[in-house]
């Protein structure tokens, strides 16, 4: 089986191997996912465009220009800790531990760089990207919490996280995207979609949930009672999703006229945020506890 690495900051995944489709008499882009720098691939079909599955196990094609092709020993030792995710909406990759040192990558949130010294200059690690060794701020590192083994096991990852300590983390993480725009598709700092935002904020918290606006068989998510929903959780419409934050708040990516990106709404009519087309139509309350 063959491997790859996204080697650029941020790049597209096609439905098909189309990079537009036809809808109504209309042109519109056929972009289904985005992949970020430094995660891996399975690659299933190779050709000007690659056939990939993603370590959260969806499937799209990408242009082979922006992926690295590497083992499968190599793409293991990518999950050992000297291997971190960047936690800053955007990083610069540094030719020296400097402001003023030349920019080698721009690099967002969700990233993953080969840490090779994290104090060697105060305030800088020295990291190892595709190409170049450089610096970035050391505030801009985290651990990475989730797994890549799916690409070589096939099988998806999902250790039982501590419940408190998890329900607040995603409700904080989810908070540092607000007001960022809603681009369909996105999971990045420039933009996401509804799903771009439960996912990325559960994948970086070390739990893999299935990337489009449904409770999917396989995924760790299942159905639970409108009543038991509790903060973390996450709330499924028809074809939009949103994460709950207790009180009857949640935060979601929504492409609305009076939104246009990452917003608060309310679940009670009584709040000036609440959303009644939304309320009406929930349809379902899905955990991983």
């Not at 439905?15 to 056929?30: A, D, F, M, Q, R």
């Not at 370590?55 to 050992?80: P, W």
């Not at 540094?94 to 080969?114: A, C, D, K, M």
Request: hydrophobic share 30%.
């Amino acid at each position: 089986m063959k491997y790859g690495l996204i080697n650029k900051n941020l790049i597209p995944f096609w439905e098909t191997p189309s990079k537009t489709k036809e809808k109504e008499g209309k042109i519109y882009s056929n972009i289904d996912d985005e992949g970020l720098y430094g995660h891996g691939l399975l690659i299933l079909e190779d050709g000007p465009m690659l056939k990939v599955k993603t370590h959260y196990g969806y499937c799209g094609y990408v242009d082979k220009e922006n992926v690295t092709f590497i083992d499968e020993k190599e793409l293991k030792e990518r999950e050992e800790s000297r291997f971190m995710v960047l936690s800053a909406r955007v990083a610069d990759v540094t030719s020296q531990p400097s402001v003023q040192g030349v920019r080698l990558e721009t690099l967002y949130r969700g990233g993953i760089l080969e840490v090779l010294n994290f104090e060697e200059e105060p305030g800088w690690a020295k990291v190892r990207t595709l190409k170049d060794v450089g610096y970035v701020r050391n505030i801009f590192l985290e651990e990475k919490k989730f797994s890549q083994s799916y690409l070589w096991t096939k099988k998806l990852p999902f250790v039982r996280p501590d419940e408190e300590d998890f329900r607040r983390r995603v409700c904080r993480r989810a908070k540092t995207y607000e007001e960022v725009q809603y681009r369909w598709a996105g999971k990045s700092p420039l933009g996401l979609d509804c799903s771009g935002l439960t996912s990325m904020v559960y994948m970086l918290e070390g739990v893999l949930i299935y990337r489009n606006a449904d409770i999917a068989e396989g995924w760790p998510v299942k159905e639970i009672p409108y009543e038991e929903k509790k903060p973390g959780d996450l709330l499924f419409f028809p074809g939009h999703i949103a994460l709950y934050l207790g009180n009857d708040q949640y935060i979601h990516s929504t492409g609305n006229k009076d939104s246009g990106g990452v917003v608060y709404n309310s679940l009670n009519p009584e709040d000036d945020n609440y959303r009644e087309d939304l309320k009406q139509s929930l349809t379902q309350v899905g955990s991983i506890f």
